[in-house]
Structures are given as C-alpha cells and as structure tokens.
C-alpha cells in the first residue's frame, strides 16, 4: 500500500468482506477461544517479525506510563509487572509474530467465530503473551480466571503446541496486560477497578 515519502512500505492482511456482526468473546466457550488462538498461532508463526513491536517496545511503553498522578500501589502494580516479564524475556526463546490485541471477533449467525480483525498491536514475542491477554480478558463474574485459563488451555492445547517455558509464563502476561489498563491513567475509579481485576489474578 502506498506511503508518504521516507516512510517504509507497510503490507496488509488479504482482508475478504464478511457478514455479521461483533461476537463478545464471553459469548463463547474458553476451549473454542483457544482452540482459535492456536491456529492462529500456527499461522503466524513463520510470518517475518520486521516491523512488529518487539517486547521492550511494548515494556517501554508501560514504564512511560506511570505518573505521580498514580498512587504509589498502582506505580508499583506496574513496574512489577513489566520487571517480571523483562526478566523472562532475558532468557526467552526466539520471538514469533503475535496477534497482540484482545480478540476482536465476528460472526455471521451470533455464535459462531467467523471472522477476526484489529491487527494494531501486533508484536513479536512469546505465545504466552498472546494466551495471557486472551485469558485476561475473557474472565467475567461467571467464571474465575483460574478455570477460564484451564479450558483455554484445553483447546489452545488441540490445535497447536504449547511449550513448559510458555504455559509458565502465562502468569506473568496476564498481569502485564491488567496492569497494562492503568497505564496513563489518574482517574481514581478507573484506578480502582484495574488494582480489584489484578488482585484476581494468579500472583496478583
């Protein structure tokens, strides 16, 4: 596609219309979700990572967002969470292409996945990145994060292959993406529910 002068060219997923509308992933079983993200995983994973956030892009980011507008708990939240994953990346297998967003999901009859789109965060770095934004946000009052990573899991587990390093770290991603919600923030509520969505969190 074309791009002003000096800039690098960007290439585009082949994008084919769809029907339907939004589908809510808590509108679907968590072992379905996963099952989805494996192959999705599949796909990307010879995909060149040229050009894609690499995780110290991601980590910056966060480290800027912490002001002395925050209280003191949420700096901490925060740093915590990026120092814990910075310090498995040091070990870290080679990075692969990631989704890098919350799953934004269609579907043309209102249940089933027919579609996915919202490719702007994308990034390299482990699957465990990906599997613990997933989880995170599929989490609702009906079920705790602990059983909704378990059934995820399930099905991530039957369309692709997740190693011991990445399903450990699993963990620390998730609480890198909910601390990842109280990044520029002041507002006190917002604040609040971020730190209360955290303390459900394994290690949180």
Same mark, same amino acid.
């Given at each position: 596609?074309?791009?002003?002068?000096?800039?690098?060219?960007?290439?585009?997923?082949?994008?084919?219309?769809?029907?339907?509308?939004?589908?809510?992933?808590?509108?679907?079983?968590?072992?379905?979700?996963?099952?989805?993200?494996?192959?999705?995983?599949?796909?990307?994973?010879?995909?060149?990572?040229?050009?894609?956030?690499?995780?110290?892009?991601?980590?910056?980011?966060?480290?800027?967002?912490?002001?002395?507008?925050?209280?003191?708990?949420?700096?901490?939240?925060?740093?915590?969470?990026?120092?814990?994953?910075?310090?498995?990346?040091?070990?870290?297998?080679?990075?692969?292409?990631?989704?890098?967003?919350? *799953?934004?999901?269609?579907?043309?009859?209102? $249940? =089933?996945?027919? +579609? /996915?789109?919202?490719?702007?965060?994308?990034r390299?770095? @482990?699957?465990?990145?990906?599997?613990?934004?997933?989880?995170a946000?599929?989490?609702?009052?009906?079920?705790?994060?602990?059983?909704?990573?378990a059934?995820?899991?399930?099905?991530? *587990?039957?369309?692709?292959?997740?190693?011991? $390093? =990445?399903?450990? +770290? /699993?963990?620390?991603?998730?609480?890198?993406?909910?601390? @990842?919600?109280?990044?520029?923030?002041?507002?006190?509520?917002?604040?609040?529910?971020?730190?209360?969505?955290?303390?459900?969190?394994?290690g949180?």
């Amino acid at each position: 596609m074309p791009s002003p002068r000096g800039r690098q060219p960007w290439a585009l997923a082949v994008l084919r219309r769809v029907g339907g509308g939004f589908l809510s992933p808590h509108d679907v079983a968590p072992a379905v979700m996963g099952e989805f993200l494996g192959r999705l995983h599949r796909i990307l994973r010879d995909c060149p990572a040229a050009g894609a956030w690499t995780p110290g892009d991601v980590l910056g980011h966060m480290t800027r967002g912490t002001t002395v507008g925050q209280p003191p708990t949420i700096r901490q939240m925060i740093s915590q969470a990026v120092s814990d994953v910075s310090a498995y990346y040091a070990a870290a297998p080679p990075a692969q292409v990631l989704y890098g967003d919350c *799953c934004g999901t269609f579907s043309v009859n209102g $249940a =089933d996945i027919s +579609a /996915i789109i919202d490719w702007g965060g994308v990034r390299a770095g @482990s699957i465990a990145d990906d599997i613990g934004c997933w989880t995170a946000h599929g989490v609702t009052d009906r079920i705790s994060l602990p059983a909704y990573t378990a059934a995820f899991l399930d099905g991530y *587990c039957r369309s692709n292959n997740l190693p011991a $390093a =990445d399903a450990a +770290a /699993i963990p620390l991603f998730q609480r890198l993406r909910i601390a @990842s919600r109280a990044c520029y923030l002041t507002d006190p509520g917002a604040l609040a529910r971020v730190a209360a969505w955290m303390r459900h969190a394994p290690g949180g």
